[in-house]
């Protein structure tokens, strides 16, 4: 067992496992878009940043792809980490607009205005499709192509593969075609209709935040007519 | 040629074929050294070199005057540089037509040939021997020295050189605990970018058992920046005993060069000096009689900026896409193929012979406490002389600009210096003094880089080189993480949006906010230091910004969409250039009537401004 610090509590987790997959244990909640538990972990999507070090040397990594070592100092709820999330949301929406799981993640943490040129793509690269049609399909019938800007998802040579099965796992793991928000409007990237939790005590507390969801702090101090 | 002996097996051989060496270059000492460099060899070098091969051959001269095709001699704008020895008289620009003059009249005679030296541009003042220009007088040219006097592919000429004689005394005389303890005190620190110290990383590999590699990083993609390639072309083999040392010390038993495919010329060099290495028994099996076996394998990039960031480099070499991984684990616990591995910049492994050649204490009196020794730069830009510059760390950029690089062009004035690459940041002229070394060019805000250094005038938009630099950037980021991928290019967007003027107030906080998380949350080195280009260029010119932003004017002139032309009515004499060369005609005007420019037309090409004789041409 690996004995380490989460936001303040002593935990103790089994070696091997990630940041992400502690927490989890724990119970706090770290938003992903590019992690599925039965497959290798890609550490693209950047939405489970998480603070890891010493008071002032911090740095931000993503939890998904940080083994848990002895004594390492980790919080999840910083307002260092939100908003570099809610940015990341922000670029999300502009980019991708149509996904649920997006936009339910702008509800929950309060994104409620896009400051970017829409785009509307279809894909955010997740990789998801391509590692679990490798990784549990066997199949490897697609992959990326091309980088930076220009990297996209497709079959090799762009042909029909003798590969794929069309079992259609890539379509079922897709967080952007799985459930399409049916919310935005063509000129509106956001919708923030159907999610509106209130957001966590970090204004209120900023530093020192509560692992539970929702707070139990902020539960209590609520006026009760409130 | 010295007879090639049988592989060294004590270091008695090594040393009788040193001698050997040494007699045969003394006795060669009337040579012409012709550049061969990339620089050089555009301007006309290689067919320069071969005009001289015949003429020598035709007049049977061969036996008397050798010839060599060395590596970069540093001057590059000026080439093709040619060096006759045994006088070193420093001849630039030599044409095909020179070479009997030169032949006849400077190697024969000993007479200067006053056109073909160098003058220069600001005094007019003209230089005879290479060492006097003002350009290498001031330079510590420790590592680019040897490009003046060995042939690349001469193995027999480094070793008269005193070149392997750091890595047989090493090998037959150091146990590898001595040599990282000697690295450790001459604190060398990585020549590639982040000056993490070369001997934590060896000590740190040495303590580890099993099969374990060393690479090194030769993926040099800086726009601008070419220092490791002439290294690389033109002493191979100090790049080799570096690596071949490192190999030893810290337990590596292979050694991998992982280098560009742009660099054929390199690639080739390479190649012949670990032949030749490899012939004299410097790698191989049971080197010098020791139990110290070292192979080294080449593996060519494929063109991918990102490649040079180490843990993309070991997926490529592996054969995998060049994609960063996060770490810990880091490279030492976990890296190629899963084991121990050390990753050092061609500069940092250039620079351990003389280390053990000359003692840890002589090295450390060159630099600053913190950063010793020399480094070498590519000076470009808006400078006078332009080329690589080895100098100690922790001279001042304005000893650099000025005092090597021979000032601004055209008496213009200085406005700021842009280091370490697209990653690095900019220096505004206030900051002119500040000492070149690690840590004093961080607290500025840029960084030492691999060592590109590009200089700008005051005709240069800082808004612009941010969007050049971003641009450079988005088209190289992997586009494994979202943050990089979708960062770079709204940041970019942003930049394009000051730059044509079409920006809203507000978008400079937001260029601001985007940049710190980008900064922040990326996986690797590249995304991390992406946003620098813009953090920089705002932290010292946001009056810039603002006036793209609020005024929609580029003070420099240069953004297109937000300068126009005009012509002025009283200077203007009707002379009629002008509506000749405009492309887009825009220009109208009868003719010895002061012209008009019609702006709806106009595509500010800025061709009116250049062929103009009366200086009527207005840009705003």
Redesign the interface.
């Known amino acids: 067992m690996v004995n380490m610090i989460l936001n303040g509590l002593d935990i103790s987790v089994e070696e091997g496992t990630t940041l992400l997959e502690a927490a989890k244990f724990y119970g706090i909640d770290i938003p992903t878009l590019c992690y599925d538990e039965t497959l290798s972990p890609?550490?693209?999507?950047?939405l489970c940043?998480v603070e890891v070090g010493e008071p002032g040397k911090a740095k931000?990594?993503?939890a998904c792809?940080?083994?848990v070592?002895e004594g390492l100092i980790v919080k999840t709820n910083t307002k260092?980490v939100i908003?570099?999330r809610k940015?990341?949301i922000e670029?999300?929406l502009?980019?991708c607009p149509s996904s649920k799981k997006i936009q339910d993640l702008a509800s929950e943490y309060g994104v409620t205005e896009v400051?970017?040129?829409p785009k509307n793509d279809e894909c955010?690269?997740?990789?998801l499709c391509v590692r679990v049609c490798e990784e549990q399909m066997q199949a490897k019938a697609i992959g990326?192509i091309?980088?930076?800007?220009?990297?996209y998802i497709s079959t090799p040579f762009e042909r029909q593969s003798e590969d794929c099965r069309l079992c259609g796992a890539c379509m079922y793991i897709c967080p952007v075609c799985q459930a399409r928000c049916q919310g935005p409007r063509e000129e509106e990237t956001i919708c923030n209709a159907c999610l509106n939790i209130s957001p966590p005590c970090l204004e209120k507390y900023d530093e020192a935040m509560c692992y539970m969801d929702p707070c139990v702090a902020c539960e209590l101090e609520k006026e009760p007519d409130e | 040629m010295a007879p090639l002996p049988v592989k060294f097996k004590t270091k008695e051989d090594f040393l009788s074929f040193k001698q050997r060496s040494i007699e045969q270059y003394e006795k060669n000492r009337c040579y012409l050294a012709v550049c061969g460099d990339t620089g050089c060899s555009v301007q006309g070098s290689k067919n320069l070199y071969d005009q001289l091969e015949i003429y020598l051959r035709k007049q049977g001269y061969t036996e008397n005057v050798k010839l060599k095709c060395t590596g970069c001699l540093g001057l590059c704008e000026n080439g093709p540089l040619v060096i006759v020895y045994p006088q070193e008289i420093f001849y630039q620009r030599v044409e095909p037509e020179d070479i009997e003059e030169i032949i006849e009249k400077t190697v024969i005679q000993g007479e200067i040939i006053e056109r073909l030296l160098y003058s220069d541009p600001v005094s007019g003042e003209k230089y005879i021997y290479g060492r006097e220009l003002p350009f290498y007088k001031s330079q510590l040219r420790n590592l680019l020295e040897a490009n003046w006097k060995i042939d690349p592919g001469s193995i027999e000429d480094y070793i008269a050189n005193g070149g392997y004689a750091a890595l047989v005394n090493a090998v037959t005389e150091m146990d590898p605990g001595a040599v990282v303890e000697e690295i450790k005190k001459s604190q060398l620190r990585g020549r590639g970018g982040a000056g993490f110290y070369t001997w934590v990383k060896w000590e740190e590999c040495r303590q580890q058992t099993g099969r374990k590699f060393i690479i090194c990083n030769a993926d040099e993609g800086d726009p601008g920046a070419f220092m490791d390639r002439s290294l690389m072309e033109g002493n191979p083999h100090s790049v080799l005993e570096g690596l071949i040392i490192g190999g030893y010390a810290t337990g590596a038993q292979e050694g991998i060069v992982y280098i560009r495919a742009e660099y054929p010329s390199a690639v080739e060099k390479l190649k012949l000096a670990i032949d030749r290495a490899e012939d004299l028994g410097l790698v191989g099996e049971n080197i010098l009689g020791s139990d110290f076996n070292f192979q080294v394998y080449l593996s060519i990039g494929a063109g991918?900026f990102?490649c040079g960031e180490t843990s993309a480099l070991i997926a490529s070499v592996d054969g995998r896409?060049g994609e960063p991984?996060?770490k810990?684990?880091r490279l030492v616990q976990n890296g190629y193929l899963g084991r121990p591995t050390v990753v050092n910049n061609v500069e940092s492994l250039a620079n351990v012979p003389l280390i053990l050649r000359d003692g840890a204490q002589k090295y450390c009196r060159v630099g600053t406490e913190k950063s010793s020794g020399t480094k070498i730069f590519s000076l470009v830009g808006k400078v006078n002389n332009t080329g690589l510059v080895e100098v100690p760390l922790g001279i001042t950029l304005r000893e650099i600009i000025y005092d090597i690089g021979g000032g601004i062009k055209e008496g213009k004035q200085f406005k700021a210096v842009q280091t370490g690459g697209p990653s690095g940041g900019c220096i505004p002229a206030s900051s002119l003094d500040l000492p070149t070394d690690f840590d004093q060019l961080s607290s500025a805000g840029s960084m030492i880089g691999s060592g590109g250094m590009i200089v700008m005038d005051d005709e240069t938009c800082m808004v612009d080189i941010a969007r050049y630099f971003l641009q450079f950037l988005?088209?190289?980021?992997?586009?494994?993480?979202?943050?990089c991928?979708?960062?770079i290019?709204?940041l970019l967007?942003i930049v394009k949006e000051i730059s044509d003027g079409s920006a809203k107030p507000?978008q400079l906080e937001?260029l601001k906010?985007?940049a710190g998380?980008v900064k922040?949350?990326?996986?690797c080195g590249l995304g991390q230091t992406a946003p620098n280009p813009v953090l920089s260029t705002l932290r010292h010119f946001e009056e810039e910004y603002r006036a793209h932003i609020e005024q929609k004017h580029c003070p420099a002139g240069v953004c297109r969409e937000l300068i126009t032309y005009s012509i002025d009515q009283k200077l203007c004499n009707g002379c009629g250039l002008c509506l000749k060369n405009c492309p887009a005609g825009a220009v109208t005007g009868n003719k010895k009537e002061p012209h008009y420019i019609l702006y709806d037309k106009c595509d500010k090409c800025g061709v009116c401004t250049t062929v103009c004789r009366a200086e009527a041409v207005i840009k705003q």
Request: proline share 4%; net charge neutral; aromatic share 10%.
């Open positions: 890609y550490g693209a999507c950047r940043l931000l990594f993503s792809t940080y083994p070592r260092r908003d570099a940015m990341i670029l999300y502009a980019s400051r970017f040129t955010i690269l997740c990789g990326f091309d980088r930076g800007v220009n990297r | 991918a990102v896409i991984v996060q810990p684990p988005a088209d190289e980021s992997c586009g494994c993480c979202f943050t991928r979708e960062g290019s709204r967007e507000g937001l906010e985007l998380v922040d949350s990326t996986m």
